[in-house]
């Protein structure tokens, strides 16, 4: 006869799993990391082997640290993540990508001292770091701090660095200069104790730019300058997001006034916190799932933001923001500023990627050129603002040297790429090195390619490197090539902001990493012998069946327009070199 009792029924039940979920939840109950900086400089005291692994597997990131992968990625690892190595990364917010002289000078020292000499600007308008040590994270943390930055809530469940328009203030078509809301919302939210255990980041970007040059629709909440009669407010959005899931942000039926937008801004951030739900499943934890899973409407959200604010917002204009047509929204070359005289002067950083030396550089060139102010971009380049008319073409030359360049290709300038397998424990795929090797192939090959092209590359689902968002989006992944496993990318087409603004459509196609530049140039041959008068590659993509342009990936169909199109070229570099 079996044993009943309630004591034999306890005893045979193995213990549950913890979830990473519930392991989150729990350790964020415990313990503000933003309190506990202190356990932080004693691991420094202690050394690397000191660090408690709460602290490498949640804390850090509320303090913009993470750990710095082995270089091999997620294959290196097990369940999911890479090895961590004994080295830390840094992500330093800088909010609305503002940035004086000294604070960049500040950086490139640190940059030189602690981080081997490499910096990069991310797509939220931060600098990142590599390479730090435990013993250098209280270091680099109080040289910040001395500079009026910080790296606190750059990563984490947190408010992330609030983005805006890099040339806010300064550009002739704004509506509103938005960058004094834009702090605003970081100096009130981003590092407030009342926000720090939110059920997943959240991401706000602020913009009076026509151009929506910060991508609002893949923010958590979005405002865009929109005109009422004489009357200038905001259009709001929520529920942006990329990852393995895109899902464009959703328009609120309201008009906000100025006065009211960081109320609401605040009121969607309280909401979000409420959500018990969730919190249950880290990977649908996003604001968007309340839309995508959880039946919320636009009219439920506003409905819900009215409750906390305790007022009724202004219904919305029945015309939406008139988005300028297809064109470049990086401010990047030289743009006349509204300030009679001056101008900005954008310079394209390949991948974001920069030495010390030439951040360093940067700042001398800001004051020698400028008045010492710089802005950050969401497309990894720099801006050196409030420089005289007479002046840029001697800036220009400077930053041309540095190999920082103002006039470059449209396959140059319309580059993205995330970390990567060479520090990301997520990644599955190298980038940086293989984007800039990418960009170098395709000059080559289409030199005069004659449309803006966002070619963006990612490591793994994630999507840190935007490539639902790119016309051509590439998705890390591994293959077998002559018995061995090699990197390889998942191509994805079609996928815009602004105007055009949807998703890019998976193509259900896969190549080995040094045949990807002979695949897009098949591609985008056929682009430029089968489009019609005026017809840009985003109308092209769209009208384009994915059968046919995966066999002009793949080289198996030639259509009969592309016989007298000039013959495929042969790379000529490995990836990397």
């Not at 400028?370 to 603002?385: D, E, F």
């Not at 289409?446 to 968002?469: M, R, Y």
Request: proline share 4%; glycine share 8%; hydrophobic share 40%.
């Amino acid at each position: 006869m079996s044993d009943t009792t309630p004591e034999a029924i306890v005893s045979s039940h193995k213990p549950v799993k913890e979830t990473k979920a519930q392991k989150s939840e729990r350790l964020k109950l415990a313990k503000n990391p933003w309190d506990a900086w202190d356990e932080v400089r004693q691991f420094a005291k202690e050394g690397r082997d000191s660090v408690l692994p709460e602290w490498t597997g949640l804390y850090f990131k509320w303090w913009g640290v993470y750990t710095q992968g082995d270089g091999l990625g997620v294959t290196g690892g097990t369940a999911g993540e890479g090895k961590a190595s004994e080295y830390f990364m840094m992500r330093i917010g800088m909010p609305n990508g503002m940035l004086t002289s000294n604070q960049l000078r500040v950086i490139a020292e640190l940059t030189k001292k602690y981080a081997r000499n490499l910096a990069d600007i991310t797509t939220r308008q931060n600098i990142q770091l590599h390479w730090l040590t435990i013993e250098a994270l209280p270091e680099v943390v109080d040289a910040l701090t001395a500079v009026g930055l910080s790296p606190k809530g750059a990563c984490g469940d947190v408010v992330r660095n609030v983005t805006g328009c890099p040339l806010a203030g300064l550009h002739h078509h704004e509506l509103v200069d938005a960058s004094p809301l834009a702090l605003e919302i970081a100096h009130k939210l981003t590092a407030n104790p009342e926000f720090y255990n939110l059920p997943r980041k959240f991401k706000i970007s602020v913009t009076g730019c026509p151009e929506w040059c910060s991508y609002p629709e893949i923010n958590d909440v979005a405002l865009t300058a929109i005109q009422r009669g004489d009357e200038i407010g905001y259009t709001l959005r929520v529920g942006g997001g990329l990852s393995t899931e895109p899902h464009m942000a959703v328009r609120i039926p309201a008009f906000i006034k100025q006065a009211e937008a960081y109320n609401v801004v605040e009121a969607v951030v309280r909401i979000f916190r409420e959500q018990q739900d969730l919190r249950e499943n880290r990977t649908r934890a996003r604001i968007k799932y309340l839309f995508m899973r959880h039946g919320w409407t636009a009219e439920s959200m506003l409905e819900a933001i009215e409750e906390k604010l305790g007022y009724k917002l202004d219904a919305a204009p029945a015309t939406d923001e008139h988005l300028l047509d297809d064109i470049y929204r990086d401010h990047i070359g030289i743009t006349s500023q509204r300030q009679p005289g001056l101008s900005s002067v954008g310079a394209s950083v390949l991948n974001g990627r920069l030495s010390g030396d030439q951040l360093a550089k940067l700042a001398e060139l800001s004051d020698k050129y400028g008045n010492g102010q710089l802005r950050a971009t969401i497309m990894q380049n720099i801006l050196l603002v409030n420089v005289p008319d007479r002046e840029t073409a001697a800036l220009v030359i400077e930053l041309n040297s540095l190999g920082l360049h103002v006039d470059v290709s449209a396959f140059w300038r319309g580059a993205i790429a995330c970390t990567g397998t060479e520090f990301c424990k997520l990644a599955i795929a190298e980038t940086k090195g293989f984007s800039k090797w990418l960009v170098s192939e395709m000059e080559d090959r289409l030199p005069g390619f004659d449309q803006q092209i966002k070619l963006h590359v990612t490591g793994c689902t994630n999507s840190c490197g935007q490539h639902w968002i790119a016309d051509i989006g590439l998705e890390g992944k591994k293959i077998k090539k002559d018995g061995q496993t090699v990197d390889a990318f998942y191509f994805c087409v079609g996928g815009a902001v602004g105007k055009y603004a949807r998703p890019a459509r998976a193509l259900g196609y896969r190549a080995a990493a040094d045949e990807v530049p002979a695949a897009i140039e098949r591609m985008l041959r056929a682009y430029l012998l089968a489009r019609t008068e005026g017809e840009d590659l985003r109308a092209y993509f769209a009208r384009t069946d994915d059968d046919s342009l995966r066999a002009q990936l793949a080289g198996t169909v030639i259509d009969p327009v592309e016989r007298d199109a000039p013959p495929v070229g042969a790379g000529r570099h490995a990836p990397g070199e």
